[in-house]
């Protein structure tokens, strides 16, 4: 049974990573070909793009593998019971569960795989993606704002520290913002609760403006609502705020954690943390799936159509598990259920049909 497992797991792999091949190159060539006049634009170093290349491929890997365990399932299980091996197998006494569950292995190890890129390596490719598509290749300027949810910067003589942006909502919460003089002296104090982005600029809410008077003297105003100026928009925020997939799932933790204590709801940060833990379970999924339809269509010999139908599976799976993490963010499913239910579904779906194939 040794030499069928290493068979088996040869054959998988070596599919497996034709596959992941031609998923990584494609993605790259049509990634490039829609960045080519940026590129050219701003002169873009070859270094800086082979390393944006380099530093995509881990997330490409992590994004496709799915798709690639299904696709990859079809065709080596498809070929193995068009050869008829199979069928000498089973003849030999050998139960085609025994011989399955080889796949579901396969599986389970690129599952832990994906885990371990999602939290070690992820983060810091990607990272390194956004600054080099940001600033090099769209040639926008280094964002200055600090980065995850808490926003310190300086603009001429003034100081701004937002707390949270909430990027759904265009809106700022618990602002300060501190103006001085040429000596460095403080001036003027504003507080404010909120900010929403109306009409171009941002709206205040509920807040004390202090100013500073040379006599030492305070003057306070109280307000409801009032413009202010900050010098910058909500793309600024979006394109300095950290993303789910430049975070690790203990980082994302942590975030979830201190925001829940400062009162904060992090629906969106809550259900992408999820997300990170069962996305990578869709492999094993993906080879529940593949592997009843593989030993089907292999006896009638339609491999064409099941490739087709192994590439529709998954971005079928891919467009509901989008739609749930959707709804999740919007508050419309608990964040555990928003991440597991495409999971909970197709699996199911994929335990019947593998435990129900024809012996």
């Known amino acids: 049974m040794l030499i069928i497992t290493r068979y088996f797991t040869r054959e998988f792999l070596k599919i497996f990573g034709l596959c992941l091949g031609s998923f990584i190159m494609l993605y790259l060539l049509v990634d490039l070909f829609e960045r080519l006049d940026d590129v050219i634009k701003n002169q873009v170093a070859l270094e800086l793009v082979v390393k944006y290349c380099l530093c995509s491929i881990p997330m490409i890997i992590y994004q496709v593998s799915p798709l690639g365990v299904l696709l990859c399932t079809f065709i080596t299980i498809g070929l193995f019971v068009k050869h008829n091996e199979i069928m000498a197998l089973r ?8 011989v399955l ?8 190890s690129i599952c ?6 999602q939290e070690y390596v992820l983060p810091t490719t990607n990272q390194i993606v956004k600054e080099i598509k940001n600033v090099n290749i769209k040639g926008k300027k280094p964002s200055k704002l600090f980065k995850k949810y808490n926003y310190w910067y300086r603009s001429q003589d003034t100081i701004y520290n937002i707390d949270y942006f909430d990027p759904e909502k265009n809106q700022l919460q618990k602002i300060s913002v501190l103006y001085f003089d040429s000596s460095f002296n403080i001036t003027k104090r504003l507080d404010a609760q909120s900010a929403t982005w109306e009409q171009d600029a941002w709206l205040f809410h509920t807040g004390i403006e202090r100013e500073f008077l040379p006599d030492g ?5 109280r307000f409801e609502k009032k413009p202010f100026s900050i010098n910058k928009t909500p793309e600024d925020f979006k394109s300095a705020r950290k993303e789910a997939e430049e975070m690790s799932f203990t980082e994302l933790w942590s975030v979830v954690k201190k925001m829940r204590q400062e009162g904060y709801l992090p629906t969106s940060y ?8 069962s996305y990578a379970f869709i492999t094993v999924i993906m080879a529940l799936l593949g592997i009843p339809f593989a030993l089907r269509t292999g006896r009638s010999g339609g491999m064409a159509f099941g490739i087709t139908l192994s590439i529709v599976l998954g971005f079928v799976y891919w467009i509901f598990f989008a739609f749930c993490v959707s709804l999740g963010k919007s508050g419309a499913l608990p964040p555990v259920l ?9 699996g199911l779906l ?3 049909l593998f435990l129900h194939v024809r012996q």
Request: charged share 15%.
């Open 91 to 98: 003849a030999h006494g050998v139960s085609l569960y025994r």
């Open 101 to 108: 569950r080889v796949f579901i292995f396969i599986a389970v």
């Open 112 to 117: 832990f795989f994906s885990l371990w890129l």
């Open 217 to 221: 003297s305070m003057k306070l105003n």
């Open 270 to 277: 809550e259900v992408d943390m999820y997300a990170k833990i």
């Open 338 to 346: 928003a991440a597991w239910t495409a999971n909970i579904t197709f």
């Open 350 to 352: 994929g335990l019947y």
